[in-house]
T-cell receptor, first 111, second 116 residues
Framework: KQEVTQIPAALSVPEGENLVLNCSFT??????LQWFRQDPGKGLTSLLL?????REQTSGRLNASLDKSSGRSTLYIAASQPGDSATYLC??????????FGKGTKLTVNP | EAQVTQNPRYLITVTGKKLTVTCSQN?????MSWYRQDPGLGLRQIYY???????DKGDVPEGYKVSRKEKRNFPLILESPSPNQTSLYFC???????????????FGPGTRLTVL
């Protein structure tokens, strides 16, 4: 059974700092991995999707990498801003129409 | 604007009173899913649908029903709600593409359900 772990559970950084969020999964037989952002009381917003054949994806200040063989992904946020404060979730998709989510990393960027 | 909508956004009800949470998407997506989010447990899939009249169970289907009579709508039905179904519910959708180029999932804003 696929399990997804995100470390740390919470992270607090000063504005401007570069940071890395980690995601690990137990079964490397995945189709893709997706990073989401969740703001309090709101739904999930997709940030980046990496197909199993890809190594990384970039969008603006965000860069996500995938090492399928080791079961790891990282989300790199450059020059963090207070508006980046949110919970970040990673989810992996296997052979069925199901996403398996990690429990998330709650990020706080302090002005 | 492309979106997934859910109604109601907040609902307080009592044990045993049947309820339906609606979900609608305007992107002509084939795939739709329901998830629940609970503290310490994260998001777990309840049911999913690959197209009209095609549904299947996720990880936690007990106590829930779904139907997919139209492509845009995927309602979640609780026939006899119980307090352990108090949760935050999300509907999601995505398009089908053979080259997997459209695997991005789009989520609704969530429905916070409290069963007393």
């Amino acid at each position: 059974k696929q399990e997804v772990t995100q470390i740390p559970a919470a992270l607090s950084v000063p504005e401007g700092e570069n940071l890395v969020l980690n995601c690990s999964f137990t079964d490397s037989a995945i189709y893709n991995l997706q990073w989401f952002r969740q703001d309090p009381g709101k739904g999930l917003t997709s940030l980046l999707l990496i197909q199993s054949s890809q190594r990384e994806q970039t969008s603006g200040r965000l860069n996500a990498s995938l090492d399928k063989s080791s079961g790891r992904s990282t989300l790199y946020i450059a020059a963090s801003q207070p508006g980046d404060s949110a919970t970040y979730l990673c989810a992996v998709k296997g052979g069925s129409e199901k996403l398996v989510f990690g429990k998330g990393t709650k990020l706080t960027v302090n002005p | 604007e492309a979106q997934v909508t859910q109604n109601p956004r907040y609902l307080i009800t009592v044990t045993g009173k049947k309820l339906t949470v609606t979900c609608s998407q305007n992107m002509n997506h084939e795939y739709m899913s329901w998830y629940r989010q609970d503290p310490g447990l994260g998001l777990r899939q309840i049911y999913y649908s690959m197209n009209v009249e095609v549904t299947d169970k996720g990880d936690v289907p007990e106590g829930y029903k779904v139907s997919r009579k139209e492509k845009r709508n995927f309602p979640l039905i609780l026939e006899s709600p119980s307090p352990n179904q108090t949760s935050l519910y999300f509907c999601a959708s995505r398009a089908f593409a053979s080259d997997r180029s459209t695997d991005t999932q789009y989520f609704g804003p969530g429905t916070r359900l409290t069963v007393l």
